[in-house]
């Protein structure tokens, strides 16, 4: 069982950085990539980042591509989400998730991940 615990969040205004944190226990050696996704009110969880434990390949949504930069400290057993230039439409809750397989389907998708954190809340004023 591998738990997810998300932290960084707050109030910002557009154009400033903030770093997100997701920091994992239990069964850490067994993931093998960590994503981040966020979800806006009444909507679906959608894909932002993830890192591949294997390679620390990284890969990103165009929307954040160029702004956001997903990292991992495998000393601390932590993944980030360093965001930069931040806009008021990235206001949302942010979720860290592991897959602990390689997936049968895309990975961009939510449902192959198995563990999902509680989220932390992004704010971004204009």
């Known amino acids: 069982q591998v738990q997810l615990v998300e932290s960084g969040g707050g109030l910002v205004q557009a154009g400033d950085s903030l770093r997100l944190s997701c920091a994992a226990s239990?069964?850490?050696?067994?993931?093998?990539?960590m994503a981040w996704f966020r979800r806006a009110p009444g909507k679906e969880r959608e894909f932002v980042a993830a890192?591949?434990?294997?390679?620390?390949?990284?890969y990103y949504d165009d929307s954040v591509k160029g702004r956001f930069t997903a990292s991992r400290d495998s000393a601390k057993n932590t993944v980030y989400l360093e965001m930069n230039k931040l806009r008021p439409e990235n206001t949302t809750t942010y979720f860290c998730?592991?897959?602990?397989?390689?997936?049968?389907?895309?990975?961009?998708?939510?449902?192959?991940?198995?563990?999902w954190g509680q989220g932390t809340k992004v704010t971004v004023a204009s």
């Open positions: 890192i591949r434990y294997s390679n620390d390949q990284t």
């Open positions: 998730a592991a897959l602990m397989v390689a997936p049968s389907t895309n990975y961009r998708l939510p449902h192959p991940y198995d563990y």
């Open positions: 239990g069964g850490t050696s067994r993931i093998y990539t």
